[in-house]
């Protein structure tokens, strides 16, 4: 099944990574089964996915040097709490900066883009094309789990992330996730 790179990242994996690692209990098995079947093939994918985003060899000990000494700048600006520990915009994803100090960090900070801009614009194309792989798809050998072995438990946003891992169908199809049966469990046919 083809499936957009951004969706594999963004939501699959995320999603499939914590349903995997939650216990359900007992009563579950064809579901977590199915899970486990399809968390290979979905890591895979983000794993090769991600791989694009890193540093390229080439420069990554530079791309590490400067984000140490982005890192030692920022600190020196940045606002702590009582304890001392750094505050952080969860939004962003980046130390809070008090307004009044920030024009003192860009000029402290000049310096550090000044010398690795080169490294700086290498890693922006190794973004771009990152982003240019998001756009891309990847084909998925995804194995079907019935409806009706989902847990409860699983949340509205886990059942949307992994829709297409759901099958509704009435049919029986030979990519559905289904146990083999015990042979005390099998149905005896009338004669």
Known sequence: MLMRNAKIVQEMHPAISDIAGRDYGPG??????????????????????EKVRQPKPEYAEEWANYLREREEVIQLYASTDETGKFLVDIVKNEYILPQDRRL???KAAQPVLDKYAEVIKKHNATLREYTEVLDAETDLRIHKIRVDFIPDAVLAAEMTALMPLWDD????ESNVVDLPRSPAKKKKKAN
């Open 28 to 49: 579950h098995m064809k579901f977590k089964w199915g899970i486990s079947r399809n968390q290979d093939e979905i890591i895979k994918a983000y794993e090769k996915i």
């Open 104 to 106: 003192e960090y860009r």
């Open 169 to 172: 169908s009435e049919e029986e």
